[in-house]
């Protein structure tokens, strides 16, 4: 089964005139929108040398369009029921996670995956745990809006229970006039998307005490502990984590201003070896269950590791408890379950990633892989005021 | 003489299949010797006339050149000194001297944790062939430190960061043929 069990096609299909997607493209034309009216320009807060994420051409930066997206990430009448907003299972100080095994949507339906971090988002080449085809923060976001398999915020799909309720709010009538100066009406679900894409675009995350090593030229920054675990990190002969989980993001290759091409890796880290065909929980087969085909069964997006130390439990499901615990799983080159329906020796699942080989750990390793790990806690992201709650009280 | 490149490649290429390939040997895994001592260094050794062992010091006393990668969006200006220069010095076959059963050498690269990569001394040299592959000791003005090893190998004409090698400690050189 896909993620939300209908594609974004089928989406777009439902909603038919109300949604137009917003793809990224590297189209270099000059921005516009709706016959380009006057926006308020953004100020990207980053520091050296990170480059900036992606914009859309169809959605450009604005100051004004970020503060609408903050406002509607932050509501929870962008559920169906009023229960949940996107913060719901996308909390500032675990990094924009709810630290559950498993996200639980508005009707208490429980999704099969845990909430991704929110860290540098924008510059992802794909979204979501398992689907290359979803790769425009705008697109994505309609999935947790009108999904129903499972059912996460849980609108109505046409949408129009939503905009009822945004536009009789006067917040919002100040803001989509100044996010879309030039839309004639601004209240639509294209708009919306847009507004939630630009905010979390501006979610980024490179102050951690590893980024002052690193990159700040300060070399008491992080521990000694922390340094003997880059070591480990980067080193194909011992721990390898970098072939997976590289570049600045520790995410693998990103997209950024001035290169989109980049296409998103999914792995199979040998975390199941179920009994059958399919080695891996049939609720969770990876990106087999987007393209069918068997040799993609239990491969899933590296994503981020900033902040992972706030954002346990750890791997698509949430099972593995602790940093420690996943550490081990990779220096055994994959888990063995020995009792129950998700028996089997993870090590020997047959599409296992050749990254996954296993390493031994020696002396302070464990400990010093960890030490560095938690070196990428970006204290600043998760306490910063410009992503936090803008409403005085729940709206 | 300094000579600038730049290239996409990634440097922290995270390519599953990194350690495949035939440019990559894979040596038994062995416990990284976190080298305790004082001054790091590079050797060169095996079919030279002259076997080496440099230090920054002994870097920085030679003709000096620099490359520029961008990886994920942030460039780097990588610092130090062409290989060539490096196994010129230690009487390596190169320029003219690179014909006939020279041209059966080949070098091997070594990282501190194991880590091998095989050059030819063909490609190597810059009167045979157009890459560009630099024995860095600073990166954006810094020596290096920490998960790169104070030196590296840059190789910006490589399409992937895989022979980029990092925590360097040894230049091997080999003939096939005597």
């Given at each position: 089964m896909r993620r939300g069990g209908a594609s974004i096609a089928a989406l777009l299909l439902l909603l038919g005139a109300v949604i137009t997607t917003s793809v990224i493209t590297t189209a270099t034309t000059a921005p516009t929108r709706g016959g380009g009216g006057a926006v308020a320009p953004f100020v990207w807060d980053i520091p050296a040398p990170f480059p900036r994420p992606p914009v859309p051409h169809d959605n450009p930066m604005s100051s004004h369009t970020v503060e609408l997206g903050r406002h509607l990430f932050y509501d929870t009448r962008l559920s169906g029921n009023g229960r949940q907003s996107c913060a719901t299972c996308h909390r500032q100080e675990l990094a924009f996670t709810d630290g559950r095994a498993r996200a639980v949507g508005s009707t208490g339906m429980m999704h099969p995956r845990g909430s991704m971090s929110l860290?540098?988002?924008?510059?992802?080449?794909?979204?979501?745990?398992?689907?290359?085809?979803?790769?425009?923060l705008e697109e994505q976001a309609l999935v947790p809006m009108f999904g129903t398999s499972p059912v996460e915020l849980g609108l109505d799909p046409d949408g129009a229970s939503l905009l009822q309720r945004v536009r009789a709010d006067d917040v919002y009538q100040r803001l989509f006039a100044q996010a879309f100066p030039a839309d004639s009406a601004p209240f639509s679900v294209t708009n919306i998307v847009r507004a939630l894409g630009a905010f979390e675009r501006t979610l980024v995350s490179m102050r951690s005490p590893y980024d002052r090593y690193r990159y700040g030229r300060d070399r008491n920054a992080i521990s000694e502990s922390a340094k003997r675990g880059e070591m480990i990190f980067f080193s194909g002969q011992r721990g390898g984590c970098f072939q997976c989980h590289g570049g600045w993001n520790f995410s693998g290759a990103v997209r950024y201003d001035g290169d989109t091409t980049v296409s998103a890796g999914f792995f199979n880290t040998g975390l199941y070896n179920v009994a059958g065909a399919v080695s891996y929980p049939s609720s969770n087969t990876g990106l087999h269950a987007i393209t069918g085909r068997i040799e993609d069964v239990g491969r899933f997006r590296a994503p981020t590791l900033r902040n992972i130390a706030v954002t346990a439990p750890y791997m698509h499901d949430g099972s593995i408890a602790t940093l420690e615990a996943v550490v081990d799983h990779y220096a055994a080159g994959g888990r063995t379950i020995a009792s129950g329906p998700q028996a089997g020796v993870g090590r020997d699942n047959r599409y296992k990633s050749p990254s996954v080989h296993g390493f031994v750990l020696t002396g302070t390793d464990r400990q010093d892989l960890v030490a560095f790990l938690e070196a990428l806690t970006d204290s600043v992201f998760l306490r910063n005021p410009a992503f936090a709650n803008p409403w005085p009280h729940e709206p | 003489m300094i000579h600038r490149t730049t290239s996409r490649y990634a440097l922290a290429a995270a390519m599953p299949f990194a350690l495949a390939g035939a440019s990559v040997l894979r040596a038994n895994p062995l416990v990284a010797q976190q080298a305790a001592t004082a001054t790091p260094s590079v050797r060169v050794t095996g079919a030279v006339t002259q076997s080496l062992t440099l230090t920054a010091a002994d870097l920085a006393s030679m003709p000096r050149a620099s490359v520029r990668t961008t990886s994920n969006g942030i460039t780097t200006t990588y610092e130090g000194v062409w290989v060539a220069d490096v196994l010129k010095k230690a009487g390596a076959p190169l320029g003219n001297a690179l014909r006939g059963a020279a041209l059966s050498t080949y070098v091997i690269a070594m990282a501190s944790d194991g880590y091998q990569v095989v050059f030819s001394l063909g490609e190597l040299d810059p009167e045979m062939a157009n890459g560009q592959y630099l024995l860095a000791d600073s990166a954006d003005g810094q020596p290096l430190f920490g998960e790169t090893g104070a030196f590296r190998l840059v190789v910006p004409t490589d399409k992937r960061g895989a022979r980029s090698i990092r925590m360097l400690t040894s230049l091997q050189v080999v003939t096939v043929r005597k």
């Open positions: 860290a540098n988002i924008g510059y992802a080449p794909a979204l979501t745990w398992a689907d290359p085809r979803v790769t425009a | -």
